[in-house]
């Protein structure tokens, strides 16, 4: 089992960026393929974005693409994602999410094949 700390959400502007931080304890990061999601009120968890074990793959939303950037710091036991030109529908809850997995250039999407959680950090994108 891995502990996972978010961090970095806010009060933003459209257009302007955040970078989310989620720091790993517990077990060795790089068994871990990560993941961001997010959860909107009224609306299910969805998948944002994610990184295989080895970082060589990942998986963005349609909805983020080319605007959010996820990447891993093995050194630090640290899994980012920065976000660009944010706009209001991105107003949500953001998870960090881990999956130990023996593929190493996986990046799961969906939220039954992660198994350890992190406490949820708030973003808020106003027009």
């Known amino acids: 089992q891995v502990q996972l700390v978010e961090s970095g959400g806010g009060l933003v502007q459209a257009g302007d960026s955040l970078r989310l931080s989620c720091a790993a304890s517990g077990r060795t990061f790089s068994s871990y393929a990560m993941g961001w999601f997010r959860q909107a009120p009224g609306k299910e968890r969805e998948i944002v974005a994610a990184i295989s074990r080895s970082g060589g793959s990942a998986y963005y939303a349609e909805s983020v693409k080319g605007r959010f950037t996820i990447s891993g710091d093995n050194a630090k036991n640290t899994v980012y994602l920065q976000m660009n030109s944010l706009k209001p529908e991105d107003t949500a809850v953001y998870y960090c999410?881990?999956?130990?997995?023996?593929?190493?250039?996986?990046?799961?999407?969906?939220?039954?094949?992660?198994?350890?959680w992190g406490q949820g950090t708030q973003v808020t994108v106003s027009s």
């Open positions: 999410a881990a999956r130990s997995s023996p593929l190493t250039d996986y990046a799961a999407r969906t939220r039954r094949e992660y198994s350890d």
